[in-house]
């Protein structure tokens, strides 16, 4: 459950009026805190963390077309060990808000980015409802950073996806994807426990003594003891069982219900790869006819997902590193993409053959903007 709260402040006063709440209750298996549906997704489901990865990871290691070797180095940097980039891209796809703080030297010059965890931050707005602050929290410590330092030049970049109920903090994939991870994690525990009842349907022992006498309850309790030791469990798949006095084994089937279960499995888990973005057949789920090989797939998760994540990120930053840098740009060099070198090389070719064009449109129809620098191809015509 998320509660997003507004308070107003006085004339002149700033406070915590927006905060982000995940309630810690559950709809029926779907958790509701972040930290829940985190440890449920991400910690315990294959899918979903290898959807994160597969978009984070390629982003992280994109190319880069950039203004100057300062931007270049600050976007490189490893934020608490781990690559900026790839951090705030599953900051945004698993909480919806990326959040930058901006370290600067003694002498005014930003030195280094660093990405902080989105569900410790609070936006402090004031009476007008604009950001001035954000608090971050760890643990019982509450500690305030200014959005902006004296000078005007931002010390915390805020990042966020589209949030259509909420004007300041963004919205993950998260929640879209409980229902299906609650399935999907689910019916991995079915199939352990079947593995750990000899992997096959349970059955019932049936006593007939034929004077309609029942079991005691010390012979029920060793019965039990004696089968959960000797029978239950994927070492003792197969093992016979011999049975006196009455007993009888009577094996249960496997209802429709039952038998449909690894296909409900298989749905659930193309649901998790689509509210993440990726192509099911990248992640070796039967049954996707969407693309026709593996290049198609790996192709449509850059431009449909890989692509525009990395340009909502890179404007952030760099609009945010403005005051600090005042020609700071910076793109994914497409030129050094691997995974669109078919669609560059057809268009630089369409570019190249289009005589009625002059230099300077066809730099601009290939994405070579002025002052920026990467190791892409040669220029069309040249």
């Known amino acids: 459950m998320k509660l997003f709260g507004w308070k107003s402040a006085g004339r002149g006063e700033s406070r915590p009026v927006l905060s982000r709440v995940w309630g810690t209750r559950s709809v029926g298996e779907w958790p509701a805190s972040y930290e829940a549906q985190v440890r449920a997704a991400y910690l315990g489901n294959a899918i979903a963390q290898r959807s994160v990865r597969l978009i984070a990871d390629g982003l992280g290691e994109a190319p880069l077309r950039v203004s100057s070797p300062e931007i270049e180095r600050l976007l490189r940097t490893r934020s608490g060990g781990q690559g900026l980039l790839a951090t705030l891209a599953a900051h945004l796809l698993l909480h919806g808000n990326g959040y930058v703080q901006v370290s600067s030297d003694g002498a005014g010059e930003a030195v280094d980015l660093f990405a902080l965890r989105p569900e410790r931050v609070s936006v402090v707005a004031d009476a ?9 929290k760890v643990g019982d410590r509450t500690v305030r950073l200014a959005a902006e330092d004296p000078d005007g030049r931002v010390e915390i970049v805020h990042i966020k996806a589209f949030h259509p109920l909420d ?17 999907h994690n689910a019916a991995a525990k079915w199939n352990a426990a079947l593995l750990g009842n000899a992997a096959r349907p349970s059955g019932a022992l049936v006593y007939d003594a034929g004077d309609g006498a029942g079991l005691s309850a010390e012979q ?16 003792n798949a197969g093992r016979p069982m011999l049975l006196e006095g009455g007993l009888r084994w009577q094996a249960l089937s496997l209802t429709p219900a039952d038998m449909d279960f690894a296909g409900m499995r298989a749905t659930a888990a193309r649901e998790i790869a689509m509210a993440f973005g990726v192509p099911p057949m990248l992640l070796g ?34 609009q945010g590193l403005k005051g600090w840098f005042p020609q700071a740009e910076a793109s994914v060099d497409l030129d050094r993409l691997t995974a669109l070198a078919e669609d560059r090389e057809r268009l630089w070719a369409q570019v190249n053959a289009a005589d009625f064009l002059s230099r300077e449109e066809k730099r601009a129809m290939v994405g070579i903007g002025a002052g920026l620098v990467g190791g892409g191809a040669e220029e069309p015509g040249t």
Do not use: Q
């Open 128 to 136: 007008g409802g604009w950001p001035v602050a954000y608090d971050y």
């Open 285 to 318: 789920l039967p049954g996707d006819a969407t693309y026709a090989n593996y290049r198609e797939a790996n192709r449509a998760l850059w431009r449909l997902a890989i692509l525009p994540l990395a340009g909502s990120i890179l404007a952030g930053v760099t």
């Open 220 to 235: 029920f309790a060793r019965l039990k003891a004696e089968m959960e030791a000797g029978f239950s469990g994927a070492a």
């Open 167 to 183: 004007d300041h903090a963004g919205l993950g994939c998260l929640g879209a994807a409980a229902g299906a991870i609650a399935v």
